[in-house]
């Protein structure tokens, strides 16, 4: 039997004393160029993404895949983010940022192409279409679904911010996502942004144990320590994709983010 | 210059008296046994969409992939899409129900992979991150991003029906959607489900040139009668995956597929 997803973030988090997920957002267009020179285009995203892990796995709890990245590579995107996967210690944990969100049959085969064939340990996926397109995210026994809740980018407050006769669109997906989890072999978790920080506490306040994956946190320590401070002691990982994985563009790529991943670490639990 | 998806849909329409989308969902559970006793499955799954578009391509004016069911492939997964995408005759369109939505950056990968990489016409997308994760599907020439707007499914009831301040919410995301598709060198198109004819009126009424892309309408007549008086003059697709893949699963499944295509036509048409 697995153990749940969020006990093993937690024994993670005092092994490690880090809370960091490093994001693989392996744009073409910001990788070094002696590797792109050298090899083609996969085999280059591959190889970043292997010495990236080389040098940020001491300090990363976790890595999130941005599948975007794998599938513009075509053909061969899907493998390269299998070998990228299997590269990845067997204890860290893994997530498949990939945003699915399908009626209950096609969200089941969503479910069974990433737990089952690839082999993460949890996925994002988006609550538009309601309970039936969810649920089937949350019967992997030691998954999370991480559901979209209230994303930090420009135009979240389109429709999570909308008022409802009761909450904003966003509280309601939160209140209703947990119910959702509260029987399920798996585990649901919230994608909640680092951007607004009384919103995150808020969320924090009324769901204390459900995981909260918080992208978009720099290197920044000032951010960092009132992130961690909204995110109080649940569960939480917070990600930092390009001020790792880009801190530098020349050969020392690797050390670079090896440093930059540390002091992510370091300043998001000082 | 590629023309507009809702121009060559509406001249396939008139060349084929036809508004019928294929919808490939490969489920390796109802594939005819004789193709998965004789080849591996990726390779069963290829076959078997390649003779339902040989049987199905007099008829059908578009074809729906549903991506989950070639990413549970595996490695040969986004192949096997590939080299279906690509047996499909060049006058026909071609949809990725792949329902992607992330922030801008990755959006815009998501949009690459389908339209540059795979070379899709449209696919459809989530709106719950709001505009700048919709805005990079719309920026392609000649092609569509269907927007999830009304959904069939159980769980559409749990937030796109939820009142907001002067809306349903789903009324709010097709006022919002059909906006950004305004001024965009790509088309937007909303996904409307079939079961509520009632609001598919309504929506066609508000919105009476937007392309709709209705799934879920079996081979019965009835309910594709209604369907299309409720959807109205203005461009549509009916979807119809089940009806017609599994018509038969014996080694006729083909033949009878391309029954059930022309029966769903010429049902749609009367």
Not at 101 to 107: H, L, R, T, V, W
Not at 151 to 156: D, M, R
Request: hydrophobic residues 40%; glycine residues 8%.
């Amino acid at each position: 039997m697995k153990p749940p997803f969020s006990t093993r973030l937690e024994k993670l988090r005092q092994l490690k004393s880090s809370v960091l997920c490093v994001g693989l957002d392996p744009d073409p267009s910001k990788l070094p160029t002696h590797l792109l020179a050298s090899l083609p285009l996969h085999d280059a995203v591959r190889q970043f993404c292997f010495d990236i892990i080389e040098a940020t796995h001491h300090t990363a709890i976790a890595y999130k895949l941005n599948v975007a990245f794998f599938e513009v590579l075509g053909r061969e995107g899907f493998s390269v983010m299998q070998d990228v996967l299997q590269r990845i210690p067997a204890d860290i944990l893994s997530i498949a940022d990939a945003k699915r969100g399908d009626i209950g049959n096609s969200a089941s085969f969503y479910a069974r192409a990433v737990f089952d064939t690839a082999g993460f340990d949890s996925i994002t996926v988006s609550p538009y279409m309601g309970r039936d397109s969810v649920d089937p995210f949350l019967v992997h026994e030691g998954t999370c679904a991480f559901v979209l809740v209230r994303t930090s980018n420009p135009g979240s407050s389109d429709f999570q911010q909308l008022q409802t006769n009761d909450n904003l669109l966003y509280q309601e997906v939160a209140t209703a996502v947990a119910s959702w989890g509260e029987e399920a072999a798996g585990e649901a978790g919230f994608v909640v942004g680092a951007t607004n920080t009384d919103d995150l506490a808020t969320l924090r306040s009324s769901f204390p144990h459900i995981p909260f994956l918080i992208p978009g946190v720099g290197a920044q320590g000032g951010s960092a320590a009132e992130v961690m401070k909204a995110a109080g002691s649940g569960p939480v990982l917070i990600n930092s994709s390009r001020g790792i994985l880009y801190a530098s563009s020349g050969e020392d790529f690797a050390e670079a983010a090896g440093r930059a991943a540390e002091e992510t670490r370091a300043a998001l639990l000082t």
